[in-house]
């Protein structure tokens, strides 16, 4: 098997007597859409920030794309940091620059000339279905739409691996529907690989190959998606069967 895209090891992470990652271990493989499933404070965030070190491990070791980036600081750092690109649930948008600007400003920073920007920031919006929202603001777009800008964002800097922070938490159902597919689209054309977090079991089983469950600062349970759905005696089945029952039961009272 090739190098993992993420590689965590005994990462643990402390704040003040609350321990927020309790030796945290993952291998995320290139091409592959891995999702952590917890409740709010098991340590999803935490464990998110630290494989970009935007937030650093106590303990342990963090590789993203073959550079152990608990091992480097400032420039080297900085330059490993690009390898990851963030979405997040409230989009972080600039709300004063159109949707190609918006895209095109992780170019800039990489000074990748003009002209070359500006093709790549259309060619980005065409692939996700925003082409003729150019020179729209965020504050003309929907919640999907400006989260499908914040993907076009995200890809630009071309990362190794897409980190997704709650991105869909903030959206209706039909909406989040929408979002997963182009996540698990581009997953399929483009080989993009992503992390995940979320407290939505649907986001996990609609376009998660692997997971893991969070509690407490640990994984309670990791393995591919189907095999602990199948299990009643995991949490992921358990969880699915009770969420199945309620859904049933809602429309066999109706
Ligand atoms: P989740 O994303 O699963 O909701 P977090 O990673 O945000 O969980 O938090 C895990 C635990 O660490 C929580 O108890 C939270 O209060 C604590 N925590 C997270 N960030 C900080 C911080 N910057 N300072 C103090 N405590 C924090």
Known sequence: ????SISLSGVRKRFGDTVALDGVDLDVQPGEIFGILGRSGAGKSTLLRTVNLLTRPDAGTVRVDGAELTALSGRELRAARAKTA?????????????AASNVALPLRLARTPRARRRARALELLDLVGLADKARAYPGQLSGGQ?????????????PAVLLSDEATS?????????ILDLLARLNRELGLTV??????????????????????GRFAETGPVPELLADPATRLGSSARRLAA????EEAVR
């Open 1 to 4: 098997m090739s190098e993992p």
């Open 86 to 98: 963030m979405i997040f649930q409230h989009f972080n948008l600039l709300s004063n620059r159109n």
């Open 146 to 158: 400006r989260q499908r800008l914040a993907i076009a964002r995200a890809l630009a800097a071309e």
């Open 170 to 178: 903030a959206l209706d159902t039909d909406t989040t529907d929408e």
């Open 195 to 216: 992390l995940l977090i979320t407290h939505e079991l649907e986001v996990i089983t609609r376009i998660c190959h692997r997971a893991a469950v969070m509690e407490a």
């Open 246 to 249: 309620r859904l049933l039961g």
